[in-house]
């Protein structure tokens, strides 16, 4: 039998096509392999807290089409996961934003409802960057992209990237909350306003304007309290207490070093990113 030089084995031939296919596999590379703080994103949503179950968590949407999925709470996916969305999917999803007109709507509207779910909605295009931030009032063509957004994020297939973090540092008292309260508030009248969540004035931290409250974190996670006390108008800034500062008994005597001294605004991965910046723009 002769064999033809310019005609590969069977065997062969398998194991060059074989090799071809896992480098072009290799040469995609997979999407949690990607390195998303060096993606462009074009379309990014994240919904807050409510006072409830609201699924929180950051749908963000990249250029080549890979979607990152960051769950916070009450959703079956906590953590950082990734997929990638195939070319119909991403072209339906941009020519909804095209035919929304994304542009045309305000940056922010006022909702009515405190304990709604806040949501925001942002697009990229030509460099320029859009925001759209609001409530249960907002124009029907930003809700209806939001359901679309909502439907990518329910879908199948992502993969885990980033296994969530530690949620209450174990100095913080996460059902206490230390809130400087503006000069004419009352406490115990305040902590009235959230009686759904049973908030009891405890003490003041003697005296430096703090006042510390005790709320149930079974109606309410710690995360939605903060978020809600720290959107209150009679609020100047509010965190969680912290060991340190309950261990101060009310009246006792500070050193000069302490007295009067505001405390720390370190409040750890509770703070949702936000600095405990006080309203008149004071760090505290």
């Not at 916070?72 to 997929?83: A, H, K, Q």
Request: with cysteine; aromatic share 10%.
């Amino acid at each position: 039998m002769s064999i033809n030089p310019l005609v590969p084995p069977r065997n062969l031939g398998f194991l060059l096509f074989f090799g071809t296919v896992l480098t072009l596999l290799h040469s995609c590379g997979s999407p949690a392999s990607a390195s998303l703080s060096k993606l462009d994103p074009l379309i990014e949503m994240s919904k807050g807290p409510c006072y409830g179950r609201c699924p929180v968590f950051t749908l963000t949407i990249y250029e080549n089409g890979i979607a990152s999925y960051k769950g916070e709470r009450y959703t079956d996916r906590l953590g950082t996961f990734v997929r990638k969305l195939e070319k119909p999917e991403m072209e339906r999803i941009l020519g909804e934003f095209d035919r929304a007109n994304f542009w045309q709507f305000r940056d922010s509207y006022r909702g009515r409802i405190p304990d709604m779910q806040s949501v925001t909605i942002s697009y990229h295009q030509n460099g320029k960057k859009k925001t759209v931030t609001g409530k249960e009032i907002r124009p029907n063509a930003v809700k209806w992209l939001e359901s679309q957004l909502d439907q990518i994020a329910q879908r199948d297939g992502w993969i885990l990237k980033e296994a969530p973090e530690e949620q209450v540092p174990d100095f913080l008292i996460p059902d206490q909350l230390l809130v400087e309260l503006g000069e004419e508030t009352d406490p115990e009248e305040w902590a009235k306003k959230y009686a759904q969540t049973d908030m009891t004035f405890l003490r003041s931290l003697n005296d430096t304007g703090y006042w510390i409250f005790s709320y149930d974190d079974e109606t309410i996670t710690p995360d939605q309290m903060l978020e809600q006390v720290r959107n209150d108008e009679e609020v100047i800034s509010a965190e969680f207490n912290k060991k340190i500062y309950d261990n101060l008994e009310e009246g006792s005597e500070e050193s000069a070093t302490t007295k009067g001294a505001a405390p720390a605004s370190d409040t750890g991965t509770q703070s949702k990113g936000k600095s405990n910046t006080s309203k008149s723009g004071k760090q505290q």
